[in-house]
Nanobody, 124 residues
Framework: QVQLEESGGGLVQSGDSLRLSCAAS??????MGWFRQAPGKERELVAG????????YYADSVKGRFTISRDNTKNTVYLQMNSLKPEDTAVYYC???????????????????WGQGTQVTVSS
């Protein structure tokens, strides 16, 4: 079982940047995703990355602004968030699965390990 530890959330202004990190032992063997959940909304996939980092996925709402990456030597996955908007405000969760990347990886149900979440608040 993998224990995911997120960090990097905070309160920023519109247009600012933040970088979220997710660390865990053995992370290099997992397909990873960053999800977010705003109050009253469903948890949604923001970005995903394959074990090697070759394949990535972004929700339309964050394309061109967010970048997911991983450093398997450090067992860490990152979400670089630029040009933040108030609508990006949410709790962000790191998630992991041992299933190799596929279209199924875009689904919340594909992930069986979750971090505790980190709050990102963007003020206008």
């Amino acid at each position: 079982q993998v224990q995911l530890e997120e960090s990097g959330g905070g309160l920023v202004q519109s247009g600012d940047s933040l970088r979220l990190s997710c660390a865990a032992s053995g992370l290099s063997t997992y397909t990873m995703g960053w999800f977010r959940q705003a109050p009253g909304k469903e948890r949604e996939l923001v970005a995903g990355i394959s074990r090697s980092g070759v394949y990535t996925y972004y929700a339309d709402s964050v394309k061109g602004r967010f970048t997911i990456s991983r450093d398997n030597t450090k067992n860490t996955v990152y979400l670089q968030m630029n040009s933040l908007k108030p609508e990006d405000t949410a709790v962000y969760y790191c998630a992991a699965t041992q299933v190799p990347w596929s279209n199924w990886s875009r689904n919340r149900a594909a992930y069986n390990y979750w971090g505790q979440g980190t709050q990102v608040t963007v003020s206008s």
